[in-house]
Each structure stands twice: as C-alpha cells, then as structure tokens.
C-alpha cells in the first residue's frame, strides 16, 4: 500500500528482504500502489516468489504480468470490487493468480462484500473455459463464516487477515476456524481450497 491506491501505508522492499532472511516459505506479495512496472525489480530481487498487481493501476496489464514472470515471479492480477470479472479473461494466459477483492481495498477489518462472490464464480468459469491453471483467489473479509461460500464460488486461496489475527483465542485458533471452515468445502468441479 502506497497511500495513493489505497490510503494506508504498509511495507516495501526492506521488510521483504528481512522476511525472505528467515523463511524458506513463498512470499506472495499483493502491490496495492500506482505504477508497480517501476518496483516489479525491486521487489523481486527483495525476494518475492510471486507479485500481484491491480488491473485498476495497469494500463499495460499484459505486458506488467509477462514482465513479472521474466523475474520468475508467479504472476498475479486483482480486481476491485466495482471492477467488472470480464476485465481478467484476456490476461489469463500470462496470469497464475486471479485475485477478487471481497472489500474495497486499504483497510482491514471488513465484511465481505456477498456480490463478490458472483465475480469469484465468472472468473473460475473464464479460466475453466480458456483451460488454465491459473489460481483464484479472495482477499477481504474471508472469515469462518464465509470460507466454505468462497471454495463453493471458485476460490482456491483464500486471505483471511483479521479473521486469523484479530481472533479472540489468537491466531492459531483463528487460522485453524477459516481452514476449518473452508475444508472438505468444493466448487462445482470439486476443487478444494488450495491454501
């Protein structure tokens, strides 16, 4: 978050590079600034295995997701909730990740957005139709009570940022009702969540 996307700050390069010290794990990296062709690089060489970029801030879409993974990067696209799904299918083809936001971005602590979901099923349908891989995912406002709904519209990945750390029992225990919630859950092809 660069505070000109979304209005809230979050970290750059510096944590990536620290975190990328300590852990062998993927480091997914969502960008939620302007003009992310000019950090792709940066946070690539910081150590990112994979960067999403927002459709909204990418008047080259294709060309920013083929540029991400010529840094073998996996790629990855998000649409805002007012963002029509449609905006997706021509980028599929360089795209591992399609990302629905089930907020409007910048702040946690959200309800998820129950329209999003309709968006959720028509890129899973898009990308079922085209014959890709490619991974769907919802970000904003995932919780125990709605994990099972998003693996049923499509999603294999699933952001549940609040729901894990702002629970009562901490994040363990929060981690472990979303996952529960969202296991044994399919989409209409039978697919699981992934993660």
Known sequence: ????????????????????????????LHLMIVEPDRHL????????DAITVHYEVCPHLHRTLTAIRALDC?????INPST???????VLEVCDLALVMTINPGFGGQKLIPRTLRKVERVRAEIDRQGF?????????????NARACVEAGANVLVAGTAVFGHADG???GGQAVLA???GA????????AR
């Open 1 to 28: 978050m660069d505070g000109r996307f979304v209005p809230n700050f979050t970290f750059g390069t510096d944590t990536v590079r620290s975190i990328r010290r300590h852990t062998a794990l993927p480091l997914e």
């Open 41 to 48: 690089e940066t946070f690539a060489r910081a150590g990112a």
């Open 74 to 78: 996996r790629s990855g696209a998000a």
């Open 84 to 90: 029509p799904a449609a905006n997706l299918d021509d």
């Open 133 to 145: 891989d490619t991974e769907v995912e919802v970000d904003g406002g995932v919780d125990a009570s």
């Open 171 to 173: 994040p363990a225990a």
């Open 181 to 183: 919630a969202a296991t």
């Open 186 to 193: 399919t989409d209409a092809a039978g697919r699981r969540a």
